[in-house]
């Protein structure tokens, strides 16, 4: 990986934006629900470090190896070859696999996010979409955040939807039960003069 300039000014302000939404709490429930599905380390020690998250996962061989545990219907291949091409792959089958999964392409992060550390926040965000689509999927190992939300289509009769165009919203405006009694805004105007020599 060729060194990446920090930069100055607007891109040096966004990097620091990025780096201070990462949340060392989410990341670790990311790496206690990754290591219970892979049944594998990541070797992450004690002081939470970012940067040692994102060694262990830049060749992406751990995340395929975890999809693939979710996934038992289809296996995704592992490159084992460590060229930057062949880890750049395996990040991008990962991003493929984990949206035939059901993960939003909107949750998922890019190849150069985790590649180049560029977006480490992106990463843990993504894991934890994944996490919540294993729950959705019926996944009965480890749980990672709340159950994504399922569709609720209602039905409603003629009836209802008739009655329903009868009311006017308060949003469409009303003043029922306006008024200004009580209202008192400085001094009242005098129309006679009352002051008497």
Known sequence: MGSRPKGFGLSAEVAR?????????????????MEAVTGESLGITEPFDPAQ????????????RMINKLKTDSQVKINTKTTAFQE????ENFAKAIEKYGVARSDSF??????????KWAVIS????????????????????????TVC???????Q?????????????????????????GKRRMVTDDKKD
């Open 110 to 119: 890019q190849v150069v996010d985790l590649y180049e550390a560029t977006n």
């Open 53 to 64: 998250l994102n060694n262990a996962l830049k060749n992406g061989q751990y995340l395929l």
């Open 88 to 91: 750049r792959e395996n990040i």
């Open 161 to 185: 939807l008739k009655a329903g165009q009868t009311v006017i919203g308060l949003q469409a405006g009303s003043n029922v039960g306006a008024s200004q009694a009580g209202m008192s805004m």
């Open 17 to 33: 934006k990025m780096d201070a939404k990462y949340d060392v709490e989410k990341a670790k429930e990311a790496v206690v629900w």
């Open 153 to 159: 289509h209602r039905e409603f009769t003629e009836e």
């Open 126 to 149: 993504t894991i934890h979409a994944l996490g919540r689509c294993a729950q959705k999927a019926g996944f009965n190992g480890p749980v990672l955040g709340p159950k994504e939300s």
